[in-house]
C-alpha cells in the first residue's frame, strides 16, 4: 500500500465517521446536525436573529430561512417581531426545543474540537497547514464549505 493510499483511506474513514454520526444524531434526536447547530446558536445568541444565526453556524441566509421553517413546523423554535423594531424577527427556543436540544448527541465537531484543543500548539499548526495543502492538492480551494461537519452534496461557487 502506497502512503497516498493511506492518506485516502484516512479521508475516506472521516468522511465515514461524519455520515455515521450525523445518522446517530438523527435517530436520537430527529434532528441533522445543521439543525442541531442553529438552536445551539439560537441558544447562545439568545432572541438571535436570522442574519445572526447565519453568521454564527456560517451558512447562508436561504438554507437558514428553510432550516428555520422546519425547526418552526416541529414547534422547535418560536418566531416574533421586534419589540423596538417591528421589521426585525427574532427567533427563540420553545420549551420542546430546549428539551429537544438538551437530550442530543452532541455534534460531531464538539468532540472534534475538545480533542483538537488538547494538542500542543506545534500539532495544531501542523494539522492545519496539512489539511489545506490536501484540500489543495484536491482542487478543492474553491468549493464552498463552512466548518460544520455533514455529508450530501458539495457545490463549488464557480469551477472555470
Known sequence: MTDYD?????????????DLHSKKL??????TTSQLLVMQAIRKLDLASPSAIAREVMLSQATISSLLD????????RRSKGHVDRRQTRIELTTLGEEKLANSPSPLQADFVENYQALPDWQRHMLVASMQKIA???NAEELDAAPILTTGDIHATSVE
Do not use: D, P
Open 6 to 18: 493511506e492518506i485516502l483511506i484516512a479521508l475516506r474513514k472521516i468522511t465515514r465517521a461524519i
Open 26 to 31: 438523527l435517530k436520537a434526536s430527529g434532528l
Open 70 to 77: 422546519r425547526l418552526e413546523r416541529n414547534q422547535l423554535i
Open 136 to 138: 489543495g492538492m484536491m
